[in-house]
C-alpha cells in the first residue's frame, strides 16, 4: 500500500518570500506524483504532475516541485509567492500505469497562508 | 477545465433518508471516482469505476452505493443518510494513460441533520 505524508499542516510566509511545502511518500512500486491545490471553497487543480523523465518539474501559477527517489520525496516550490497564492496543496501519489486504475492516494494537506 | 460537473451543488437532508449524488463528464474518460473531504481526512476514495458498469470500493465505502449505466455519468447513492456523511463529495475523472492525472469537478455540500 502506498501512503503520503504532508510534513507541515500550516505555512505561513509574507508575500515575496519563497515557500517550500514538503512532501514524502511510500510505496513499493513506481509511481506517479502529483500536486493539487484547492482555494476556499472550490475543487482541486492540478498544479503539476511528475509521471517519468526530468525529475524538476514546473506547473501552472509558478510553481515547481522536484521527485526525489531515494529520498523518496516530491516537495513543492515557488521562489516568490502572492496573497492570491493563499489556498491548500495537496500532495498524492498512484501507482505506475494502468494496473491500479490512476487512484489516488492523498496527504492530509498544507494550508498555505500568504501575509502581507 | 475538465467538463465535469456536480449535481445538485448543496443539499440538506434528515438521518435515514435515501440521497444521490450526480457527477457529470464530457470528456469521454474511462476512470470516474467519488471521494469526500472531511477536516483533517485529506481527500479519501469512496468508490470508483473503470467503465460501464465496472465499479469497485475504496477505502471508505461503507453506507455508500454507486452506479455507471453511461460512460458519462457516476451516480453515488448513500442508502440511508447519517450524520456521520455529513462532507464535502468530490468527483473526479481521469483518461488514464492520456496523462495520468485525475481531473476534479466543483463539489456537493451535503449537510444530514
Known amino acids: 500500500a502506498q501512503s503520503v505524508t504532508q510534513l507541515d499542516s500550516q505555512v505561513p510566509v509574507f508575500e515575496e518570500a519563497p515557500v517550500e511545502l514538503r512532501c514524502n511518500y511510500s510505496?513499493?512500486?513506481?509511481?506517479?506524483l502529483f500536486w493539487y491545490v484547492q482555494y476556499p471553497n472550490q475543487g482541486l487543480q492540478l498544479l503539476l504532475k511528475?509521471?517519468?523523465?526530468?525529475?524538476l518539474v514546473k506547473g501552472i501559477n509558478g510553481f515547481e516541485a522536484e521527485f526525489n527517489k531515494s529520498q523518496t520525496s516530491f516537495h513543492l516550490r515557488k521562489p516568490s509567492v502572492h496573497i492570491s497564492d493563499t489556498a491548500e496543496y495537496f500532495c498524492?501519489?498512484?501507482?505506475?500505469?494502468?494496473?491500479?486504475?490512476?487512484?489516488?492516494?492523498f496527504g492530509k494537506g498544507t494550508l498555505l497562508t500568504v501575509n502581507p | 477545465d475538465a467538463g465535469i460537473t456536480q449535481s445538485p451543488r448543496h443539499k440538506v437532508t434528515e438521518t435515514g433518508t435515501p440521497v444521490t449524488l450526480r457527477c457529470h463528464q464530457t470528456?469521454?474518460?474511462?476512470?470516474m471516482y467519488w471521494y469526500r473531504q472531511d477536516p483533517g481526512h485529506g481527500l479519501r476514495l469512496i468508490h470508483y469505476?473503470?467503465?460501464?458498469?465496472?465499479?469497485d470500493k475504496g477505502e471508505v465505502s461503507d453506507g455508500y452505493s454507486v452506479s455507471r449505466s453511461k460512460t458519462e455519468d457516476f451516480l453515488l447513492t448513500l442508502e440511508s443518510a447519517t450524520s456521520s456523511q455529513t462532507s464535502v463529495y468530490f468527483c473526479?475523472?481521469?483518461?488514464?494513460?492520456?496523462?495520468?492525472?485525475?481531473?476534479f469537478g466543483p463539489g456537493t455540500r451535503l449537510l444530514v441533520l
Open positions: 469505476s473503470y467503465g460501464v458498469k465496472d465499479t
Open positions: 511528475y509521471l517519468s523523465g526530468s525529475t
Open positions: 498524492a501519489v498512484s501507482e505506475y500505469g494502468g494496473g491500479s486504475n490512476y487512484k489516488l492516494t
Open positions: 510505496s513499493s512500486v513506481s509511481v506517479y
Open positions: 473526479a475523472i481521469s483518461g488514464g494513460d492520456l496523462d495520468g492525472a485525475q481531473y
Open positions: 470528456e469521454n474518460h474511462r476512470y
